[in-house]
């Protein structure tokens, strides 16, 4: 997969999921369970063999929503609280994906990780919050990538791929560029900056197209 940004604190956003897993555990299989809370408000609720009403389901769902959610906000609280205050609270969606500002994470020191995996490992997990396990792009990101793609290569990058729902991509920041697709002199190529300036309004909105706000749906 290619990120066109290269995320510098990938190591330290394992670290605080191994965390969030427990400390007998080296990986986070427990916060692939979060999407359990889209649910949890409906199991078990017929009683008697009796299907719940309509009605009955959306209010629980709702609630199951409204829980996660709170859960989330508590979970980036305490990262906020313990070293990361640029860190956004997380989207989560309608249908149970939550998007998150892993940049925020970038730069954070060794003493940084160690008191928020002391302190915000298991409300991380209860909530299902993985930093560096962002859902697949949407449609409508890849469309605005696909986009801004085509322009690029028209304009003298001709190694530029165009994103798919398997593509890397940060929020906030879009698909960025892999190291082939950059021309020799880097972005402080001529070439490289005519491109970015003839493609600038489809790049605006592609970007515009990852952030959390604009993730907070499903499509």
Same mark, same amino acid.
């Given at each position: 997969?290619?990120?066109?940004? +290269?995320? %510098?604190?990938? !190591?330290g956003?394992l670290?605080?999921? *191994?965390g969030? &897993?427990g @400390?007998s555990?080296?990986s +986070?299989? %427990?916060l692939? !369970?979060a999407?359990?809370?889209?649910? *949890?408000?409906? &199991?078990? @609720?017929?009683?008697?063999g009796a299907s719940?009403s309509?009605?009955?389901q959306?209010?629980s769902?709702?609630?199951?929503?409204?829980?996660?959610?709170?859960?989330?906000?508590?979970a980036a609280?305490?990262i906020r609280?313990h070293?990361?205050?640029?860190y956004?609270?997380?989207?989560?969606?309608?249908?149970?994906?939550v998007?998150?500002?892993?940049?925020s994470?970038d730069?954070a020191?060794?003493?940084?990780?160690?008191a928020?995996?002391q302190a915000c490992?298991?409300?991380?997990?209860?909530?299902?919050?993985?930093?560096d396990?962002e859902p697949?792009p949407?449609p409508q990101?890849?469309?605005?990538g696909?986009?801004s793609?085509e322009c690029l290569r028209a304009?003298?990058?001709?190694?530029v791929?165009?994103?798919?729902?398997?593509?890397a991509?940060?929020p906030?920041?879009g698909?960025?560029?892999?190291?082939?697709?950059?021309?020799?002199?880097?972005?402080?190529?001529?070439?490289?900056?005519?491109?970015?300036?003839?493609c600038?309004s489809?790049?605006?909105?592609?970007?515009r197209?990852s952030?959390?706000?604009s993730?907070?749906?499903?499509?």
């Amino acid at each position: 997969m290619r990120n066109r940004y +290269v995320i %510098a604190g990938l !190591g330290g956003l394992l670290l605080l999921l *191994a965390g969030c &897993g427990g @400390a007998s555990s080296p990986s +986070v299989p %427990a916060l692939s !369970g979060a999407a359990s809370h889209g649910t *949890a408000g409906q &199991g078990g @609720a017929s009683q008697g063999g009796a299907s719940p009403s309509a009605s009955a389901q959306a209010q629980s769902a709702q609630g199951s929503w409204a829980g996660r959610s709170a859960e989330l906000h508590t979970a980036a609280q305490c990262i906020r609280q313990h070293g990361i205050p640029s860190y956004t609270d997380p989207v989560l969606t309608p249908s149970g994906l939550v998007y998150t500002d892993s940049r925020s994470f970038d730069r954070a020191p060794r003493s940084v990780w160690d008191a928020i995996q002391q302190a915000c490992g298991t409300l991380a997990a209860r909530a299902g919050l993985s930093p560096d396990a962002e859902p697949p792009p949407p449609p409508q990101l890849v469309q605005a990538g696909v986009r801004s793609a085509e322009c690029l290569r028209a304009h003298g990058l001709p190694n530029v791929q165009d994103p798919n729902a398997q593509t890397a991509y940060t929020p906030g920041h879009g698909f960025g560029f892999t190291m082939g697709e950059i021309p020799p002199g880097g972005k402080a190529s001529p070439v490289f900056q005519h491109a970015a300036g003839a493609c600038r309004s489809l790049l605006d909105a592609e970007i515009r197209a990852s952030t959390l706000s604009s993730l907070d749906s499903d499509g």
